[in-house]
């Protein structure tokens, strides 16, 4: 699915006389890569933050989990660093896909549901970024198997994947108190003996090692979220800048692409209600209510809500289990439509809109 991706970015980058290159390691790639090229103290001076600024612990407003792993790939003869991140995205990819179908064909009920869950999130709108220089691969993969993980009652595997997605990106908080929901849930209920405390101690501790050291840098203990605020907007307000948005963009005349991030919102929303209704395992509705809220309780950029939605993968399962219920041939057609729709709107969004990523 990432590759017909791929394929149509080359076609809208050519069209639009860029570079696939470019494009993949675009805006925040373009920090991943400098830190794991240079380290934080070495990122290019000429990088700036949303407002165009830059100071000295700007870069320390991307987590270290990514860069580390291009690192790893990086030592390989011939990998250049944009190669290295791209090369970890794709892997991450594979294990995400794995665990979609696995975590699929549990809740489904079918192989047929789980692997038309992959086709549904490697086909999500804005999707492209698990084929780009972006960490949202790692996380979301991270994120597969710590819920997997909580579903099958392997506390250590979800310990360990949720402690790892905490040096990836902040929307580990979500999971971090999913699984010390479930884990507390399963030592009230006197299960899995002691167990559910190792996933409990594991959970916080790669986000609370990273936001730590960002205060000791910055000399405050909420330093990493001050960062965020001054450099990108990015704070927690309930909601209150996304609704102006949305209301102002169903009232207004604004661009298409504007639009349709609404609607992706509304939809995401419709979904939550849906997985809610089909009573599917509370630990996924739960990270997948928490990533939404997050996202959307955030005054950051608009056009990057879709974006930050990815993460939210058990909205898909619904889908996935009715179009499993379906002929062949219409599950099929759906698919395709879904898989050419998104792959044009992530390379859309890269190649044409300026601000969509």
């Given at each position: 699915?990432?590759?017909?991706?791929?394929?149509?970015?080359?076609?809208?980058?050519?069209?639009?006389?860029?570079?696939?290159?470019?494009?993949?390691?675009?805006?925040?790639?373009?920090?991943?890569?400098?830190?794991?090229?240079?380290?934080?103290?070495?990122?290019?001076?000429?990088?700036?933050?949303?407002?165009?600024?830059?100071?000295?612990e700007t870069p320390l407003a991307f987590f270290?989990?990514?860069?580390?792993?291009?690192?790893?790939?990086?030592?390989?003869?011939?990998?250049?660093?944009?190669?290295?991140?791209?090369?970890?995205?794709?892997?991450?990819?594979?294990?995400?896909?794995?665990?979609?179908?696995?975590?699929?064909?549990?809740?489904?009920?079918?192989?047929?549901?789980?692997?038309?869950?992959?086709?549904?999130?490697?086909?999500?709108?804005?999707?492209?970024?698990?084929?780009?220089?972006?960490?949202?691969?790692?996380?979301?993969?991270?994120?597969?198997?710590?819920?997997?993980?909580?579903?099958?009652?392997?506390?250590?595997?979800?310990?360990?994947?949720?402690?790892?997605?905490?040096?990836?990106?902040?929307?580990?908080?979500?999971?971090?108190?999913?699984?010390?929901?479930?884990?507390?849930?399963?030592?009230?209920?006197?299960?899995?003996?002691?167990?559910?405390?190792?996933?409990?101690?594991?959970?916080?501790?790669?986000?609370?090692?990273?936001?730590?050291?960002?205060?000791?840098?910055?000399?405050?203990?909420?330093?990493?979220?001050?960062?965020?605020?001054?450099?990108?907007?990015?704070?927690?307000?309930?909601?209150?800048?996304?609704?102006?948005?949305?209301?102002?963009?169903?009232?207004?005349?604004?661009?298409?692409?504007?639009?349709?991030?609404?609607?992706?919102?509304?939809?995401?929303?419709?979904?939550?209600?849906?997985?809610?209704?089909?009573?599917?395992?509370?630990?996924?509705?739960?990270?997948?209510?928490?990533?939404?809220?997050?996202?959307?309780?955030?005054?950051?950029?608009?056009?990057?809500?879709?974006?930050?939605?990815?993460?939210?993968?058990?909205?898909?399962?619904?889908?996935?289990?009715?179009?499993?219920?379906?002929?062949?041939?219409?599950?099929?057609?759906?698919?395709?439509?879904?898989?050419?729709?998104?792959?044009?709107?992530?390379?859309?969004?890269?190649?044409?809109?300026?601000?969509?990523?």
């Open positions: 699915m990432r590759l017909v991706g791929l394929l149509v970015l080359t076609w809208l980058s050519t069209a639009n006389d860029q570079t696939v290159v470019e494009n993949l390691r675009a805006w925040d790639g373009q920090w991943y890569t400098e830190i794991a090229a240079h380290g934080y103290g070495g990122v290019d001076p000429s990088m700036v933050d949303g407002f165009g600024n830059r100071y000295p270290p989990g990514y860069p580390l792993l291009i690192m790893a790939v990086q030592i390989l003869p011939g990998i250049t660093t944009t190669g290295a991140a791209v090369i970890v995205s794709l892997i991450c990819g594979v294990f995400a896909a794995y665990g979609l179908a696995r975590l699929g064909e549990r809740i489904g009920g079918s192989r047929t549901a789980g692997l038309l869950l992959v086709v549904l999130f490697a086909a999500a709108p804005m999707s492209v970024v698990l084929s780009m220089a972006y960490s949202e691969a790692l996380f979301c993969a991270l994120s597969i198997w710590a819920l997997i993980g909580v579903v099958e009652r392997n506390w250590t595997l979800a310990g360990l994947c949720c402690a790892a997605a905490g040096l990836v990106r902040p929307t580990a908080a979500a999971l971090i108190g999913v699984v010390g929901l479930a884990a507390i849930v399963a030592i009230v209920q006197r299960r899995d003996a002691w167990w559910p405390w190792l996933a409990i101690l594991l959970a916080p501790t790669g986000m609370l090692l990273y936001v730590g050291w960002v205060g000791l840098q910055t000399g405050a203990l909420n330093g990493y979220f001050e960062l965020q605020q001054r450099g990108w907007s990015s704070a927690f307000d309930g909601g209150a800048s996304t609704g102006k948005f949305v209301l102002e963009t169903l009232t207004q005349q604004r661009s298409v692409f504007e639009t349709f991030t609404v609607w992706v919102v509304l939809a995401a929303l419709v979904l939550l209600v849906v997985c809610v209704r089909q009573r599917m395992p509370w630990p996924l509705v739960l990270f997948a209510a928490a990533v939404v809220a997050l996202d959307l309780g955030s005054d950051g950029l608009m056009y990057s809500k879709v974006r930050l939605m990815l993460p939210a993968f058990p909205l898909l399962i619904p889908v996935a289990i009715g179009l499993a219920k379906r002929r062949r041939p219409t599950a099929a057609t759906t698919a395709v439509l879904l898989v050419f729709f998104g792959s044009w709107l992530g390379a859309y969004s890269l190649t044409a809109w300026q601000y969509a990523i």
